[in-house]
C-alpha cells in the first residue's frame, strides 16, 4: 500500500461516524465557495464552523414525517373539494349573474400589499363563479367585498344588490332595498366552497348599527354564537358580522371621481360614464367619491318616514337627523394616498394609484387604468380612537380605548317628609268584598 493510500485510509477511520477526510474536503469546499481573503488565518475558524454546520448533514433528518391517519383523512377530503370546484362540466352553464375577474384584480391589489395568494385567488374565483350560476338574477352582478380574520376560520365575504324584497318591516326600524339593505352579502368559510355553502347574512336593523358601534369585538368564526356585550346587542354573530359590514362599505367603497354619475331619478341613483380616458389626479382626495352612501349616525341612508299625529298632522322630531348624499367626497384625515410605482417609474396613466383607509385599517381602494377596486381585508376593527389633524395632517391625537360604563346606579326612593313639603302617603285598606263573581239570573249554580 502507498503512503498516499495509507494515509487516506487513516484519515478515514471513523469516529462516531465521522472522519477526518470528509472534514477536511467540507473545509476546502467551504473555502472554496466562500473565498475568504485570509483563508490561513482564519482556518480554525472556518473548520469550528463546518463542524457545527455540516455542508450535507444527515439526509434522513430532512425527510418528513409520514401522515397520520387523520390527517391523510384531512388531505383527501380538501383534495376531493377541490376535485368538485375544478371539475370542467359536461355543458357550460351561463350564468345571468357578473361575477368578478379576481385574478386579475389580485395582480392589481399586490401594490397595495392585500394578497390572499395566486392559489387562494383562483379558487375563490372558481367558487364565486359556480356560486353565480345558481344565485337569483336579482342580484345583477357579484363583486368580493373581502376577507373578515375571526378567532377561528375567516369569512369570505361577496356582495350583490338584495334578491329578496323585505316583508313586514316597520320602517322606523330598518331601511329596505333603498337603504341600508341595498345590498345583501353571503360568507363562506373555505376557498373550496360550492354554491350551497354561501350562506347569506340576514338584513341589518338601525338598532344593530347603533349598537355595533359602541363596543369592539373580535369574531369567534361562529355564525350563530351569542354577542357578549355591552351595551347589549340584539342579534347573534351573524347579525353583528352584517351590521359591521354595512358600516365598512358605508366608510370604504369609493371610487374615482367621474365613474358613476348620479341620475335624475329620486332617490339618485348611479350611472356609470362613458368617458374612455384614463383618470389622472387621483393622488389627492377631491378626485375620490363615495359610490355607496355613508351610514348616518341613527344606522340610515334615508331620511325617517314622517310621522302623523292623532289629528293627522305631521310630528316635528326633536332633533334634524342629517342625511349624507351620494358621490359624497372622501375625508382628507381618513386616507392615505400613494402611487405604486413611485420615483422615476411613475407614470399617470399607466401607475396604479393605492387609497388606504385611516378609519378602517384593511380596507383598500385601488385604482388602475380605466379600473378599480374596493377590498377589505381585516378584523372590523375600527381605527375611530385616533383622529389626524385637518389643518396638518402629519399630526395625529390617540385616544385610548375604553368600553361604555354602565349608568349609576339610582338611590332608593325615600318618602318625603312633611317639613320637605311632600305629601305624607298612607297605606290604603285591604277590600273585604267577596272576590265570588255574581251569578246571573237564570243560571244555576254548580253544585
Known sequence: MSTTAELRQLLKEDSQGKNLYDHLTETLMK??????????????????????????????????????????QKQLDWTKSCENLLKKPDEPVEAEVKYPDICSEANALEWAGVSVGKAESYRLYLSIKKFSETCSPAAVSLRFFGKIFTRGLPYYVIEGENPDEPEEIDNMKQEGKEGANKYAYWVSQSTTSVDKEWVKLPDVTMAQIVAARKFKKFLTGDLNAPVSSFPPFDGTEKNLLRAQIARVAGSTSISPDGYYIATEDEPPALGEATEDQPYTGLTEPEAWKHHVIPLNKIGRVTQLPEELDENGDPITPEEEIEVNVLLDGIKPQNWTLRTCPGGAGSSPTTSVIVARSLEWPGAVAVSYGRKYVNIYVGYLISNDNVSRNEENPQLMTYTPYSPPMPSLIQSEWVQPSEEDGGLRLVEEADTKEDPTPPVKEGEEEDE
Open 31 to 72: 473555502i472554496l465557495i466562500d473565498k475568504p481573503k485570509d483563508a490561513y488565518d482564519s482556518f480554525e475558524l472556518i473548520s469550528a464552523n463546518v463542524k457545527s454546520n455540516p455542508l450535507n448533514p444527515d439526509p434522513e433528518q430532512g425527510k418528513p414525517r409520514p401522515l397520520d391517519s387523520q390527517q391523510l
